[in-house]
């Protein structure tokens, strides 16, 4: 059983930066963040792969944001910097037990599908 608990969301202007923090525990064969906007489907950010110790993202995000992994405290992080309000959304840590990183996020396509446990979700706001 995996379990997942997001903090740091919060309000920013545009141009800003906010950490994002995930604590996990149990075995992850892969872990990531999703985010869901109002109105929109959820879609991947990114994602970290502990067995090739890879990290792949979407094409939206790439070049903004940075994935990574303090193993000693089992936290999983995302860096995001020049924020722009179409980050606005609440933002997901989710992890797969049993199925690692795949082609498809290698090439920045990260579905919901992918994962099996999903953290409660922390909001980022993002102001013009």
């Known amino acids: 059983q995996v379990q997942l608990v997001e903090s740091g969301g919060g309000s920013v202007q545009a141009g800003g930066s906010l950490k994002l923090s995930c604590a996990a525990s149990?075995?992850?064969?892969?872990i990531g963040w999703l985010r869901q906007a109002p109105g929109k489907e959820r879609e991947g950010v990114a994602v970290?792969?502990?067995?090739?110790?890879?990290?792949y993202y979407a094409v939206s995000v790439k070049g903004r944001v940075t994935i990574f992994q303090d193993h000693a405290k089992n936290t999983l992080y995302l860096q995001m910097d020049s924020l722009e309000p179409e980050d606005t959304a609440t933002y997901y840590c989710?992890?797969?037990?049993?199925?690692?990183?795949?082609?498809?996020?290698?090439?920045?396509?990260?579905?919901?599908?992918?994962?099996?446990?999903w953290g409660p979700g922390t909001q980022v706001t993002v102001s013009s």
């Open positions: 149990g075995y992850t064969a892969k």
């Open positions: 970290s792969c502990p067995r090739s110790g890879r990290t």
């Open positions: 989710a992890a797969s037990a049993t199925a690692g990183c795949n082609l498809l996020h290698r090439a920045g396509d990260i579905r919901p599908a992918d994962f099996d446990y």
